[in-house]
């Protein structure tokens, strides 16, 4: 699930990063184009991030994957939507997820957490970015109400949930979100891969041809995917 504050971004903004994975990773990638805000507003992204695991679910095979390894993955909102289609999938009884990685997600929707302070200037996103994404996301909603489809981290429970590897860049309004995440499965005994990348920014996997790291990180990450969706290979 791409990236984009729920209001922007599409499959070709994000292209780069699924070959990589699909490559790295031996995966095969299904990108999903997902409804956008403010013309759909919370929770269309939600239903249509749903539907496609579920989907997924039922077609695998003949995507020539393998229905019993399933992974979500996302950036950003995408990695809100990956977290909360994994609680959904987790509460609906499947589809059986084996791991879900999210980069920098948003989890928590709490603007008041210190990484929002400190990166509130910060490049790529700022903190009143954050703020007219939400806005538009929720389309008048208050947001406070809204449930952990919308703020995964407000889950009454968190057991249960595939293993994870959480990702964040130190210089991210977002970062605390994401390691907030990763303390709650951790508490739940969720098992949990947790890295704060140093001196990088919001976006950065994305970005390859201005962070080198980029590259090195996201093989990082498909070799963490490809060694725990081996350890339940069905041969």
């Not at 790295?24 to 184009?33: G, I, P």
């Not at 695998?60 to 977290?83: C, F, H, K, M, Q």
């Not at 790291?213 to 498909?222: C, G, M, N, R």
């Amino acid at each position: 699930m791409h990236g984009g504050g729920f209001v922007v971004g599409n499959l070709a903004t994000h292209d780069n990063t699924c070959r990589f994975l699909a490559k790295h990773a031996d995966l095969r990638v299904l990108a999903v184009d997902y409804r956008l805000a403010p013309e759909h507003p919370f929770p269309a992204a939600v239903d249509d991030a749903f539907a496609a695991l579920r989907w997924v679910g039922e077609h695998a095979a003949e995507l020539g994957g393998d229905p019993t390894r399933i992974a979500v993955a996302g950036d950003s909102a995408g990695g809100n939507l990956s977290a909360v289609v994994a609680q959904l999938a987790r509460d609906a009884g499947g589809p059986d997820l084996k791991f879900q990685l999210l980069f920098y997600p948003a989890t928590t929707m709490d603007t008041a957490l210190p990484s929002m302070a400190e990166n509130a200037d910060a490049p790529v996103l700022a903190a009143a970015d954050i703020d007219t994404f939400l806005e538009l996301y929720v389309g008048g909603q208050d947001q406070a109400a809204l449930p952990a489809t919308f703020a995964p981290a407000r889950a009454e429970s968190f057991a249960g949930l595939p293993p994870a590897y959480i990702a964040t860049a130190e210089y991210d309004p977002l970062r605390d979100e994401g390691e907030a995440y990763a303390d709650a499965l951790e508490a739940a005994g969720v098992p949990v891969v947790a890295r704060r990348y140093d001196g990088m920014i919001h976006g950065f996997v994305s970005m390859p041809m201005l962070f080198p790291e980029a590259d090195d990180a996201v093989a990082q990450i498909a070799d963490a995917v490809q060694t725990e969706l081996s350890e339940h290979s069905s041969g």
